[in-house]
Every structure is written in C-alpha cells, then in structure tokens.
C-alpha cells in the first residue's frame, strides 16, 4: 500500500530560521513528487515539483531534495518570514494518482 | 489564465438533500480530478477523468456519490442523498495533456455542510 507521512506535524519557528520539512513514502516507484501551500480556506497552490529522475529542484528560497531509493523528500525553507505560515504539503505520484501527506502546519513568528 | 474554477464556495444543507458541486478546469488541460478533504483523512482522491472519460473512480466512497464531464470545461461531482459524514472541503483539480510530468492546478474548493 502507498503511504505518506511528514514530519514534523506542527512547527512554530521564529523568523529568520532555516526550516526542514520532512516527507517519506513507501514504495518507491514514482514519476515525481509535489509539494503544496494550503492557507487556512483556501485551495492549494503548487510550490515545486520534482521529477523522479531530479535530485532537487529550487524557486526562490524554497528547495526540494528527492532521494527516490530510500522514499524520502525534504522541503527546505531559508530565511523563514511570517508570510511562509500555512501548511506544507508533499504528494508523491504513483501513474496519475497523487496521494497526499497529512501535512506539516507552519508558524512563522515575527 | 483562469485558474480552476469551482461552485459553490461554500454550500449547507440538510441531509437527504441533493447536492451538486460544479469545477471548470484550466483551459486546454485533459485530466481532471475530485478530492475531498477532511481533518481525519486528510486529502483523499475520489475520482479522474482524462479526456473526459472517468478512469479511475475508487476513490468514491458510496453509490450516493456519482461524478460526470460532459464535455471538456465542466464536471460535477454529485451526492445524492446527501449525510452529515459528507460535510469536507471538496476539491477540483487539473493537469494538461502530458499529466505525468505536470503539477496538478487546484481549484479553491467547495466547503460542503450536511446538517
């Protein structure tokens, strides 16, 4: 069964830190792997999406790290501002399917 | 470039009722798919479409649950009759021709309340 799991849950940082969000999954035969932003109410907005055959992939101050053989992706956020507060979201695709983490909910301090 | 679009935002009603949940997606895009989410599974695949065939609908829970694209710029998502256990943030999603090696585009939901 295709599974996914983040961590941490929840984390509340002061502005200005280095951030490490963690996603893992089983079975790794996928075609890529998204990560998303969710505001609270709102729809969710794709961040970066890395192909399999990628090792990471970078926008802005956001990077994606993929390491396809062991299953896991790690979401890097540098120089944290108040305005990166919502949840994380990553979802490996296995064919069209994407299936989602349960998300890693962001607070960003000022 | 409109986004997905979804209708209603919001939608309460009484259980037993019908209800109808209407996504158009980005122009030009030939998978369309249905999520629901909700605080105990998180986001959960009902439904897809490519070419407006539905290709895989494991996702759907129940028979109360049915799902069509006549045609290429509009789908519904319809529950019939319609429990409190439904009441989630349903979501529409899109991705073009090569869906594989393309970010889904998300809609911005309908927020769904059974009474």
């Known amino acids: 069964k295709q599974e996914v799991t983040q961590i941490p849950a929840a984390l509340s940082v002061p502005e200005g830190e280095n951030l490490v969000l963690n996603c893992s999954f089983t079975?790794?035969?996928?075609?890529?792997l998204q990560w998303f932003r969710q505001d609270p109410g709102k729809g969710l907005t794709s961040l970066l999406l890395?192909?399999?055959?990628?090792r990471e992939q970078t926008s802005g101050r956001l990077n994606a790290s993929l390491d396809k053989s062991s299953g896991r992706s790690t979401l890097y956020i540098a120089a944290s501002q108040p305005g990166d507060s919502a949840t994380y979201l990553c979802?490996?695709?296995?064919?069209?399917?994407?299936?989602f983490g349960t998300g890693t909910r962001l607070k960003v301090l000022a | 470039d409109a986004g997905v679009i979804q209708s209603p935002r919001h939608e309460v009603t009484e259980m037993g009722q019908e209800v109808t949940l209407r996504c158009k997606p980005i122009?030009?895009?030939?998978?369309l798919f249905w999520y629901r989410q909700t605080m105990m599974r998180g986001l959960e695949l009902l439904i897809y479409?490519?070419?407006?065939?539905?290709?895989?609908d494991s996702g759907m829970p129940e028979d109360r649950f049915s799902a069509k694209m006549p045609n290429a710029s509009f789908s519904t998502l319809k529950i019939q009759p319609s429990e409190p256990r439904d009441s989630a943030v349903y979501f529409c999603?899109?991705?073009?021709?090569?869906?594989?090696?393309?970010?889904?585009?998300f809609g911005d939901g309908t927020r769904l309340s059974i009474l």
């Open positions: 979802a490996p695709r296995w064919t069209y399917k994407y299936i």
């Open positions: 890395i192909q399999s055959s990628q």
């Open positions: 079975d790794s035969a996928i075609y890529n």
């Open positions: 999603a899109s991705s073009p021709i090569d869906g594989l090696n393309q970010p889904q585009h």
């Open positions: 122009s030009g895009h030939d998978y």
């Open positions: 479409f490519n070419n407006n065939v539905p290709i895989d």
